[in-house]
């Protein structure tokens, strides 16, 4: 249950553009400074992982805040060390990267939909605190969050989809399969958090019934564990456009786009 009323959009977007002008100081500062950045996002099938990474985005250079979201592993990438597929796409100096799921599918969608064995997940949860130990000593901020969402509101957000044309591409095949699986989901979660919630890599998780107040409070905390100052700037000012010269208006042909009789405010 949410300790708050449900938030007004005006008020939301008000909020948000203020941390958006945040997360751009933050992008500046890590450019500047060279600081290496690495978000997960975990969570069940419409808990609000999307929207809240567009949220991040938004206002922000896809050139230094990149998403990883990876498809299914090929034949090749299954034979190898199962998190080495992940390792090409952590941060270098200067970029924020924020896997919409990552290795921890092991834990997760892998180990309920039957994709691996027990041995496999058991040696997985056995290593992950390790290696992301050796992934914060090499200098990388690393942030770990679940979203959790409540039964009756992901059964919402998946119906909606099913009736919605700009969410259906949203409801794959293995999301109908999962869903009926919550409990094996939530005893995945528990363990997962058991073995990999360290002093070193935490696990913060974020209610997203209300995915509003969920994006405000997810970007108010990764920028709350993340130093970063204002990057000293001279101040911007247009410079004055040449003259024409010679230069003459062209005749031609351009192909414009149709102009539609759009109803105006």
Known sequence: MQPYGKLKTRNYNDELAKLHVELVKLQQWVVHKGIKICIVFEGRDGAGKGGTIKAITERVSPRVFRV???????????SQLYIQRYIPYLPAAGEVVIFDRSWYNRAGVERVM????????????????????????????????????????QTRRLEARINDGRKIWKLSPMDLK??????????????????????????FVAR??????????????????????????????????????????????????????????
């Open 178 to 203: 999962s869903y009926s699986r919550w409990y094996d989901y939530s005893r995945a979660r528990n363990d997962m958090f058991v073995a990999s919630d360290t002093p070193w890599a935490p696990w």
């Open 68 to 78: 990883v979201a990876l498809a299914a592993p090929t034949e090749r990438e299954k």
């Open 208 to 265: 997203s019934d209300d995915k509003k107040r969920a994006r405000l409070n997810i970007i108010s905390h990764l920028l709350s564990n993340i130093p970063y100052e204002e990057t000293p700037a001279e101040k911007v000012k247009l410079p004055k456009r040449q003259e024409p010269k010679d230069y003459k208006d062209t005749h031609y042909p351009f192909k414009f786009i149709p102009e539609m009789a759009w109803q105006a405010e």
């Open 114 to 153: 039957g994709f691996c064995t027990d041995e496999q997940v058991e040696k997985f949860l056995a290593a992950v605190p390790a290696v992301e130990k050796a992934i914060v000593e090499s200098g990388v901020i690393l942030l770990k969050y679940w979203l959790e969402v409540s039964p009756e509101e």
